[in-house]
């Protein structure tokens, strides 16, 4: 029995080796390398949140595809700009008073990354979503509002890793185009 697992244990290894399985982080740090640098375009209507965007994606960068930080441009390879595009809650249930009882939050980022070396250019959009619940009276406090708001959004740069992944395979585009 023991050598049967081990046999099955080798099979598996060696088919997701054989094939040329590699994770998504392995293509997302071709397109992000180097020395990084992390601007913020600062939603003007959710300053405060805002933030939270950059300090997640730094540390997106950081853990997930061991980047290197740097605290100016000139001293970067590329350059990811992170914009928290919207927020917004939708209720989802009511008790039986008929206040609200259960929201959901919802964040959209963009994210835009250069690299001159390599000439790649790329914008894309995520989003993320957070559900909770409130006490009664049906009223967000400002207090969860910014944690829903920050979940929400770090669900949302989950989905960052991915989507360069899967961008590393289109052809880099020849210009900047500049929104």
Do not use: W
Not at 45 to 58: C, G, Q, R, T, Y
Not at 163 to 177: D, M
């Amino acid at each position: 029995m023991k050598l049967k697992s081990i046999v099955l244990a080798f099979l598996i290894g060696f088919l997701f080796t054989a094939c040329g399985y590699k994770p998504g982080s392995y293509y997302a740090k071709k397109e992000i390398n180097g020395n990084v640098f992390v601007d913020l375009r600062v939603n003007i209507e959710d300053p405060k949140n805002s933030v939270l965007i950059k300090d997640a994606m730094n540390e997106l960068l950081v853990h997930k595809l061991d980047a290197k930080l740097v605290n100016k441009k000139e001293l970067a390879d590329t350059i990811a700009i992170v914009t928290l595009n919207s927020t917004s809650f939708t209720t989802l249930q009511y008790d039986a008073d008929g206040y609200s009882k259960l929201y959901k939050a919802t964040s959209s980022v963009n994210v835009h990354y250069t690299n001159e070396k390599q000439k790649i250019y790329r914008n894309f959009n995520v989003s993320g979503t957070y559900d909770f619940s409130i006490d009664n009276g049906g009223t967000i406090s400002d207090a969860k509002r910014f944690e829903a708001i920050k979940i929400a959004s770090t669900k949302a740069l989950d989905e960052v890793i991915s989507k360069i992944a899967v961008l590393s395979f289109e052809k880099p585009k020849k210009t900047l185009n500049k929104n």
